[in-house]
T-cell receptor, first 116, second 111 residues
Framework: DAGVIQSPRHEVTEMGQEVTLRCKPISGHNSLFWYRQTMMRGLELLIYFNNNVPIDDSGMPEDRFSAKMPNASFSTLKIQPSEPRDSAVYFC??????????????FGNGTRLTVT | QKEVEQNSGPLSVPEGAIASLNCTYSDRVSQSFFWYRQYSGKSPELIMSIYSNGDKEDGRFTAQLNKASQYVSLLIRDSQPSDSATYLCAAASNTGNQFYFGTGTSLTVIP
């Protein structure tokens, strides 16, 4: 089991540039989550998908953020245009949702984003 | 009340002591709880899951769930310096397809 795979591990970009973060969930998992973590705000849920369908995107900060899950094995989180306040670690996590709420989340290694 | 609330610490214990981490939860969560350990600069790592009232032991770790008082705790026996990390408490939502995290408790084990 390769675990949740995220790329890139680190991203440094200039304000105004487009940033795309990528995630491959664990094979067989049907739920995928994008989180953002900062020292000030802790772990924040941005959006989650169930069976490739976005279920709750209320955590997405603003229209500059968008996420897609075109198939069960791939998801992207895009920021356009990026701003310095977007600097954070972005985690992707997946789980197998049986509808009973008893399957834990498994996290990827994260992408550390720095916007200058 | 937030769905999951956790003592933010920081917590310091001497090596060999028992570290006790606590978390309370609201009625908006289900009965599935998880403890994650996060080392500095790393991702959260699942260390314990608990679904039933009572204790669940795994090596030096014991998770405790008290549904009547709506709290869940993690005990780390014989604490080691390598246990120094931030510990996150999490709970699944009543619908089962969302997770709520506490703010984390920073633990330092002093050699």
């Amino acid at each position: 089991d390769a675990g949740v795979i995220q790329s890139p591990r680190h991203e440094v970009t200039e304000m105004g540039q487009e940033v795309t973060l990528r995630c491959k969930p664990i094979s067989g998992h049907n739920s995928l989550f994008w989180y953002r973590q900062t020292m000030m705000r802790g772990l924040e849920l941005l959006i989650y998908f169930n069976n490739n369908v976005p279920i709750d995107d209320s955590g997405m900060p603003e229209d500059r953020f968008s996420a897609k899950m075109p198939n069960a094995s791939f998801s992207t989180l895009k920021i356009q245009p990026s701003e310095p306040r977007d600097s954070a670690v972005y985690f992707c996590a997946s789980s197998f949702d049986r509808g009973m709420g008893n399957s834990p989340l498994h996290f990827g290694n994260g992408t550390r984003l720095t916007v200058t | 009340q937030k769905e999951v609330e956790q003592n933010s610490g920081p917590l310091s214990v001497p090596e060999g002591a028992i570290a006790s981490l606590n978390c309370t939860y609201s009625d908006r969560v289900s009965q599935s709880f998880f403890w994650y350990r996060q080392y500095s600069g790393k991702s959260p790592e699942l260390i314990m899951s608990i679904y039933s009232n009572g204790d669940k032991e795994d090596g030096r770790f014991t998770a405790q769930l008290n549904k009547a008082s709506q709290y869940v705790s993690l005990l780390i026996r014989d604490s080691q310096p390598s246990d120094s990390a931030t510990y996150l408490c999490a709970a699944a939502s009543n619908t089962g397809n969302q997770f709520y995290f506490g703010t984390g408790t920073s633990l330092t084990v002093i050699p």
